[in-house]
């Protein structure tokens, strides 16, 4: 529950203090925002079947991140967009823990509902 309040808070601090980012950056923000959203989806799958670390985690998160931003400054280097390959890739598993989690959700629910009968 942590990390998703941690992004939200983000989120709106970002929009509020309106935060402007060079064209030239846009491309590596992107994708690291997206590493990051998979991370914090990830752990909250985690955190949800009771597996979460805390060292899988941080480095899971800063993992991908590095590795999101080296494959497009590779590409813009190549002048290819090779950062699509991590929105592609990102943007799955983002769906895919989403869905997961929603499962969960639906779950406990079910039972919550079941043992209140």
Partial sequence: ??????LILGLVLGLFMNVDIPAAYSTYVAVAILAIID????AIVANM?????????VTGLL???LIAVAV???GDQLNLPLNLAAVFAFGN????NFSMIRRMLLE??????MKKE
């Fill in 93 to 96: 598993r983002i769906f895919l």
């Fill in 1 to 6: 529950m942590l990390p998703l309040l941690g």
């Fill in 39 to 42: 991370s914090i989806m990830g």
């Fill in 49 to 57: 079947k009771n597996e979460f670390n805390t060292r899988l985690f």
């Fill in 72 to 74: 497009a400054a590779l």
């Fill in 63 to 65: 993992g991908n991140g």
């Fill in 108 to 113: 406990r629910y079910d039972n919550w509902k």
